[in-house]
């Protein structure tokens, strides 16, 4: 198949398009730059120039591929509700060109729109946090998936390598800049985890054998505590690590904070079951301990 990558340069999109080209996939990336039209171009991928915010070309990608995956996002999580609300209109441009067709539309949510019950990790098939203005694009596909469309939704945790793991960069610069590597409470509260490698493999996965409506918890650990994530990058950096109250969460880490404080842990035993997913990579704590703590975060 030819398939419509946005974000194909970004942190997924470069582990992911390889794994497509090796099945025998051929890709047509999104880019809004030249430098990644290059580097798309160097790895003889068909550019498309554009953005999530530019609705024209995202119809037009769709409109000329067999199949689309989304992952693009825009994650200064400092203006969370605007980005949300591009997804969710480049979601629907998209998706409006597929309706009709039998061409598969995988979409890109997060673990933390899913609510814990009780403590317990939430689950693919289970309720959603609607206060989380992220909802509005699943919303959007299941609307889609009634229309015909055949759809997924792939939710990430924290996603990770030695370069970088979702939203623990932004704990990182933090800790560089106050001098300590904190922590709320007493660190407890968990956020679920993957290697990027890991992440790859679930999306051709989920395109090639997904049932339309699926949703799937691209979840290997899951939960991290992070007491444990700030004792690494502690660690890494060379300062201490010291616990703050609840109450100082928004003072030290800015509009980190409410996320710093969030418990979400994950499950993905249904996206195990139903995919044959068994993720292999290391996990987020092996991860931190083999960073290049003399250069700043991603």
């Given at each position: 198949?030819?398939?419509?990558?946005?974000?194909?340069?970004?942190?997924?999109?470069?582990?992911?398009?390889?794994?497509?080209?090796?099945?025998?996939?051929?890709?047509?990336?999104?880019?809004?730059?030249?430098?990644?039209?290059?580097?798309?171009?160097?790895?003889?991928?068909?550019?498309?120039?554009?953005?999530?915010?530019?609705?024209?070309s995202?119809?037009?990608?769709?409109?000329?591929?067999?199949?689309?995956?989304?992952?693009?996002?825009?994650?200064?999580?400092?203006?969370?509700?605007?980005?949300?609300?591009?997804?969710?209109?480049?979601?629907?441009?998209?998706?409006?060109?597929?309706?009709?067709?039998?061409?598969?539309?995988?979409?890109?949510?997060?673990?933390a729109?899913?609510?814990?019950?009780?403590?317990?990790?939430?689950?693919?098939?289970?309720?959603?946090?609607?206060?989380?203005?992220?909802?509005?694009?699943?919303?959007?596909?299941?609307?889609?998936?009634?229309?015909?469309?055949?759809?997924?939704?792939?939710?990430?945790?924290?996603?990770?390598?030695?370069?970088?793991?979702?939203?623990?960069?932004?704990?990182?610069?933090?800790?560089?800049?106050?001098?300590?590597?904190?922590?709320?409470?007493?660190?407890?509260?968990?956020?679920?985890?993957?290697?990027?490698?890991?992440?790859?493999?679930?999306?051709?996965?989920?395109?090639?054998?997904?049932?339309?409506?699926?949703?799937?918890?691209?979840?290997?650990?899951?939960g991290?505590?992070?007491?444990?994530?700030?004792?690494?990058?502690?660690?890494?950096?060379k300062?201490?690590?010291?616990?703050?109250?609840?109450?100082?969460?928004?003072?030290?880490?800015?509009?980190?904070?409410?996320?710093?404080?969030?418990d979400?842990?994950?499950?993905?035993?249904?996206?195990?079951?139903k995919?044959?997913?068994?993720?292999?990579?290391?996990?987020?704590?092996?991860?931190?301990d083999?960073?290049?703590?003399?250069?700043?975060?991603?």
């Open positions: 198949m030819r398939i419509f990558v946005t974000g194909a340069t970004g942190f997924i999109g470069s582990a992911l398009i390889p794994k497509l080209v090796e099945a025998g996939h051929s890709v047509l990336g999104l880019t809004r730059s030249e430098a990644g039209a290059e580097a798309l171009r160097a790895k003889g991928i068909d550019v498309l120039h554009g953005n999530i915010e530019d609705l024209d995202l119809r037009e990608g769709a409109s000329k591929t067999d199949g689309t995956i989304h992952l693009a996002f825009n994650h200064d999580f400092s203006q969370f509700q605007k980005n949300c609300e591009d997804d969710l209109k480049a979601v629907k441009a998209i998706g409006e060109v597929l309706v009709g067709s039998d061409r598969p539309f995988i979409m890109t949510s997060g673990t729109i899913a609510a814990n019950i009780d403590g317990k990790p939430s689950t693919e098939d289970g309720p959603t946090l609607s206060w989380n203005p992220r909802v509005a694009s699943e919303a959007a596909m299941k609307e889609l998936t009634e229309r015909g469309v055949k759809t997924t939704v792939v939710r990430l945790p924290q996603v990770h390598d030695t370069r970088k793991q979702g939203l623990v960069p932004y704990v990182h610069a933090v800790a560089r800049q106050k001098g300590v590597s904190a922590y709320i409470g007493d660190g407890s509260n968990r956020w679920p985890a993957a290697h990027i490698s890991d992440v790859a493999r679930l999306y051709h996965l989920a395109l090639e054998k997904a049932e339309p409506g699926a949703i799937y918890h691209a979840v290997d650990e899951e991290v505590s992070m007491k444990a994530i700030a004792e690494a990058l502690g660690r890494g950096l300062i201490p690590v010291v616990s703050i109250k609840p109450e100082e969460a928004d003072a030290h880490f800015g509009w980190l904070g409410r996320f710093a404080v969030h979400m842990p994950a499950s993905s035993a249904l996206t195990r079951q995919l044959n997913w068994t993720p292999t990579g290391p996990g987020m704590i092996a991860d931190l083999g960073m290049d703590y003399t250069q700043p975060p991603l």
